[in-house]
């Protein structure tokens, strides 16, 4: 009924159920006594496949196996997925954050989904009721509620996380989601330009120096908010080499990007100097008074953009880090000031860079940097080698101009030494 053999140092054992082919299942480098063992309890899964009666010694067996033992008897079908019968929208979603293993911000995000599911599907629904085109339907109800193409986009893709989850749960045979359009998550008609001349205004309106340094480092750092500002310390700033190391919760799970370093630029550096020469000797915090996780910062700072006399702009803190990259990739090349943002070009084209008026109104007045007007100025050839060009010299100023951030080597495409080197203002 059943054959145990080794193959390659690997033990397997084959067997025929009456009425269909031979299968093969594969145990891997395991003894000898626990392939008997195996084998045994294989033949009277066999036996119950053909007589209907399960031995009380298998049944105990199989209800014992761990997951991947399981899925190889179901593989081969001798027995059924682990509770699809019984599976449940409401099983399912329990077993998804059982299991997940995300940060707070990305827990929020799957929530909104979960709740999106259960009041359209039902907690009680089964699994196998939710079709490709009952999914389909369930994206076209937040469309018809005028929900953001973006929020669509993310409620979308975390389904699909949610029930492949599902499949390796053996809960769901197929993704209902699999093949639901997601769209983008992006929403341009959100971005906004910060001018410096409005920051400045909200600066001066700010109540201390604290939420002047939660701004300034937003608008003028590019850091992230509020994660970044709180895990600012003291001791991250260098003032001898007038470079900020910056602690990143959003990129710590990628090797190697748990922090990076980006100049100490001279819009930032008066707001963490005077910030520092009135913080509490032995404060190690940069940011000591706002740490509350339940403190909103988004309502206060609308508040102080009030305050200030300057209208309230879209996703408030984002579209200053968006402001900077696009203010500083004016000047630096972008691996460069993706390397100080810690983000990616992708990242970067598709969520923080801009064009602006400033953009435009250079285009009209300066055209390509002036390269076509100056070409035509160019001597004409005449083919006469009395006339011909004499080989510019090389410009001195070129050469005795120093190094400035961002200089980077296009071979390379390395931040260098220099690229931690405090700028001028944009």
């Not at 080794?6 to 299942?25: E, H, P, Y």
């Not at 769209?183 to 330009?193: A, E, I």
Request: aromatic letters at 8%; hydrophobic letters at 35%; one cysteine or more.
């Amino acid at each position: 009924m059943a054959s145990l053999n080794k193959v390659a140092g690997n033990w397997r054992i084959q067997f025929k159920v009456k009425g269909s082919q031979r299968q093969t299942l594969r145990l891997g480098r395991v003894s000898r006594k626990q392939g008997e063992t195996v084998k045994v309890f294989i033949g009277q899964l066999v036996s119950a496949k053909e007589t209907g009666i399960m031995e009380p010694d298998a049944a105990r067996w199989i209800a014992d196996l761990p997951d991947e033992m399981y899925s190889r008897l179901v593989d081969v079908g001798l027995v059924p997925p682990r509770g699809r019968a019984k599976a449940t929208l409401d099983s399912l979603l329990k077993g998804f954050f059982e299991k997940a293993a995300v940060k707070a911000s990305t827990l929020t995000t799957y929530k909104q989904t979960e709740q999106s599911l259960r009041e359209f599907f039902k907690d009680g629904c089964p699994i196998s009721t939710i079709t490709p085109e009952e999914a389909e339907r369930w994206r076209k109800s937040m469309v018809d509620a005028k929900y953001a193409a973006a929020t669509v986009s993310k409620r979308v893709k975390t389904a699909r996380s949610i029930f492949r989850a599902g499949q390796k749960m053996r809960m769901v045979k197929e993704n209902p989601f699999a093949g639901v359009k997601a769209g983008s998550q992006t929403n341009r008609t959100r971005l906004r330009f910060i001018s410096q001349a409005d920051i400045e205004k909200v600066l001066a309106a700010c109540p201390d120096n604290e939420w002047r340094l939660i701004i300034a480092g937003s608008r003028y750092g590019g850091l992230r908010c509020p994660s970044e500002h709180l895990a600012l310390r003291w001791g991250d700033i260098d003032w001898e080499r007038e470079c900020i190391t910056v602690t990143s919760m959003k990129t710590e799970g990628y090797e190697g990007r748990e922090t990076r370093q980006i100049p100490l630029f001279p819009e930032l550096k008066p707001y963490l100097r005077v910030a520092f020469e009135n913080a509490e000797p032995g404060t190690e915090w940069v940011i000591s008074r706002y740490r509350d996780s339940n403190a909103n910062l988004r309502t206060q700072f609308e508040r102080i953009i009030k305050r200030a006399g300057v209208k309230p702009w879209p996703k408030l803190f984002q579209n200053l880090r968006s402001t900077r990259q696009t203010e500083l990739c004016d000047r630096y090349p972008t691996h460069v000031v993706c390397e100080w943002l810690g983000n990616t070009k992708s990242v970067a084209r598709e969520h923080y860079l801009q064009v602006t008026d400033e953009h435009f109104t250079r285009a009209v007045r300066e055209g390509a940097g002036g390269v076509t007007q100056k070409a035509t100025q160019q001597p004409p050839e005449t083919g006469c080698d009395d006339q011909k060009p004499k080989t510019p010299a090389p410009s001195k100023t070129r050469e005795t101009q120093p190094v400035s951030v961002g200089c980077v080597s296009s071979l390379d495409d390395q931040v260098t030494p220099e690229g931690f080197e405090p700028s001028s203002p944009p």
